[in-house]
């Protein structure tokens, strides 16, 4: 039963995203579905994918408590470090194959969305993020993980679409 609810949590948030017509919201949802995809890692024992997601959920905090982007020195900076990080625990672990490290490559696109763009590209960002993760989902077994960041990529995919078509219909 366990096991059940921690497939089905993060479906709950990816089905939620659908109603994240704001920045805030699809940060608040990422922060959430930071949570739930964590503890369904962790319990399925994918400490790579439990720890990247860990640290995206510190800083999806970050960026909602500040509010603000940061440099492109600053961002790369961060990057860098996390990724180095990150990169670490999976080889202390032993866990550095491809495979293994495809969460670190969701974790650049994510962290570089929340790190640096505006809304636009944030949106972006998590679709190609989303579809990585949807890909080690599969691949690693994880349906809830995968129904997740499918569902997470398909609903900022439609929320780029209408940014692209107001800016479009836009006299600015």
Known sequence: MLELLLH???IVFALASFWSNTERKVLLLN???CVAVGLLLAFEQAWSGAIVITIAGLSTSYRLIKQKLLSPIATYLTLITMLCIVF???NLTGKASFIETMPAFTFMAYRFGELYCKEAGLRICMILG???FTLYGV???TWGLAITEALFAVSNLWYYLRLRRAMLVSPV
């Open 130 to 132: 989303s579809l990585n």
């Open 139 to 141: 691949i690693t077994e």
């Open 31 to 33: 922060l959430g579905l």
């Open 8 to 10: 089905g949590f993060p």
């Open 88 to 90: 670490s625990v999976n």
